[in-house]
Every structure is written in C-alpha cells, then in structure tokens.
C-alpha cells in the first residue's frame, strides 16, 4: 500500500494551499498521522501530527497558521496552511504511524512528497 500526497503547488506569500494524503487500498487501526516537510538543503523537519482521537501538535514555525485534520472513517489527513511564507517552501510529506494493511502490521509509512513553493 502507498501513501498519496496532492494538492502542493506554487502560490504566493500570504496566500493558503490544502494538502491531502490517502492510501492506495483499504487499511485500518491507523494511529498517529502527520505532516512532515524537508526545504531545500535542510533536514525534514515536523510540521504536524494528529492522534487517532484528534490530539495535534505543531512545529513552531506553523503554529496558528497550519491546521491538520483526519478523517478516520477514510483513513486521510489533510494540511490547511494560511499565511503562507517563502520559508514554508519545501518538500511535504504525509506519514502514518502504524496500520493494518490485509492482515499486515505497517509502521512509519510515508508518502513520496509533494512540492510546496511560496513566492516572495
């Protein structure tokens, strides 16, 4: 199974963009979820996670800014990102924790990445 990122692009400085991520087939059980973005020439670094039960936790630098959301019932997360910033260019990527694929335990499954350019 793979993990589905869309909706990166190129918008301009204080302009929003929504990310979404989805599995390939059918899994469950699915625990955490997250957003993680890796700019040019740096480390990937966290954006958000979310909690089976809607717990979230952002990276710093998106707090107030960035919403995650998850929709258990289809087993995606979305990124609402506002305000956004040249600084928030980079390679976004979706994770999941843990999951059951056809009677497999998955762990730390990511998507192949979308790109996100902000223009100044």
């Known amino acids: 199974v793979q993990l589905q990122a869309s909706g990166g692009g190129l918008v301009q400085a204080g302009g929003s963009l929504r990310l979404s991520c989805a599995p390939s087939g059918s899994i469950s059980s699915v625990t955490d979820m997250g957003w993680y973005r890796q700019p040019p020439g740096k480390q990937r670094e966290i954006v958000a996670r979310?909690?089976?039960?809607?717990?979230?936790n952002y990276g710093d630098s998106v707090k107030g800014r960035f919403t995650i959301s998850r929709d258990n019932a289809k087993n995606t997360v979305d990124l609402r990102m506002n305000s956004l910033k040249p600084e928030d260019t980079a390679v976004y990527y979706c994770?999941?924790?843990?999951?059951?694929?056809?009677?497999?335990?998955?762990?730390?499954?990511w998507g192949q990445g979308t790109q996100v350019t902000v223009s100044s």
């Open positions: 994770n999941f924790e843990d999951f059951w694929y056809r009677g497999r335990y998955h762990s730390n499954q």
């Open positions: 979310i909690g089976s039960a809607g717990s979230t």
